[in-house]
C-alpha cells in the first residue's frame, strides 16, 4: 500500500482497478488522509478491517497524531468494511445521513453476508457495518485542527448519500466515486441525471488535485470529471433512445457506439449492466 503525498498535508492510497477478490484483499478503492495541526482526518476507510489497520500503520509511519475522524464519501462495501478499525482506534465517523437507509436495508446485510463468502478470510463474522458518529444533513464545514473541510453533500447521484470533501487549504478535492478515473464507471442502481449534475457542481471547485475514489489522483480534474459526465451522457442517450422507441435491449447494446470506452478496465464486466441499468432508468423517466 504505497502512500502518495498530493499536497504539502494530504496523501493518498490507490486501490487496484478491479473486482474485489480475496485475492486483493478487497483493495479496489482509494482512501486518503490529511494530516492537521494535532490529528488525522481520514478520508474513506477501505475494503476489508485488513486494509485499514493496513492504513493505520502508513499513516504511523508519516505522523505520530492520532486519527480523529473518517469523512465517509458513500456506504458502498469497498470504502466502508475498514470503519470498525477506525472507530476501535478512537475516530469519530462522519457521513450523510441517507446512508442510514441503506444501513437499515435487506441489501446492505446481504451484500455482507456474500462478502464474507467471497472475500473471505478478510470479510468474516467479525466484519460488521458502523454507522456514523455524526449524521450531516446537508453541506457542512468543518475546521479540524486549524484546517477546513468542506463537506458537499452531492447526492442522490452515485448513491442516495454521496459526499465530496474539499479541504481550500491544499486545493484538494477528495471526489468519492463520483469520480472514475482510468477505469469504467459502476453505475448500479445510481441516478445518472444528477449524477451528471453533481459533476458539473465539482467543476466550481478551485482544486488542483482531485482524488477519485478509483483510479490514481488528477492533476487536471476538469478533464476527468467530464470523462465520467461524458460516459454517463452517452450511456443516457444511447439508452434513452431506444427506451423511447421500444427497442430491445439486446438490440440497443448491438447497436451503440462503445469504442471510446472500450479500452478502459472493467468494460468487460462493467459496461453491459451499466448500459442495462440505464435503460431500465430511461424506461422510468420515460413514464
Known sequence: MPVEPVAPHSYF???????GSAANQNFISNAGFVVT??????????????????????????????????????????????????????????????????????????????????????????????????????DTDLRIGGVEFQLRAVGP????????VHVPQERVLFAGDLVFRGR?????????????????RLLAFDARVMLPGHGPPSRQPADDIRLTRDYLAHLRTTMGEAARNLEPFDEAYRRA??????????????????AYNTYLLMEQERD
Open 157 to 164: 447521484s452515485h448513491t442516495p448519500e454521496d459526499m465530496v
Open 257 to 274: 457506439d462503445w469504442s471510446r470506452y472500450e479500452t478502459l478496465p472493467l468494460f468487460g464486466p462493467a459496461n453491459r449492466m451499466n
Open 37 to 138: 495541526a494535532d490529528s488525522v482526518v481520514v478520508i474513506d476507510a477501505l475494503g476489508s478491517p485488513a486494509l485499514a489497520t493496513l492504513l493505520l500503520q502508513r499513516i504511523a509511519r508519516i505522523t505520530p497524531k492520532p486519527v480523529s475522524h473518517v469523512l465517509v464519501t458513500h456506504y458502498h462495501a469497498d470504502h466502508i468494511y475498514g470503519l470498525q478499525v477506525f472507530r476501535a482506534a478512537g475516530a469519530s465517523i462522519v457521513a450523510q445521513r441517507r446512508a442510514q437507509d441503506y444501513l437499515q436495508s435487506d441489501t446492505a446485510l446481504r451484500r455482507l453476508e456474500a462478502s464474507r463468502q467471497d472475500l473471505f478470510p478478510w470479510i468474516d463474522e467479525a466484519t460488521r457495518l458502523v454507522p456514523a458518529d455524526r449524521w450531516l444533513d446537508g
Open 184 to 200: 469504467i464507471p459502476f453505475v448500479g442502481q445510481a441516478d445518472s441525471r444528477r449524477w451528471i449534475a453533481a459533476l458539473d
Open 13 to 19: 492510497v490507490q486501490g487496484q482497478a478491479a473486482l
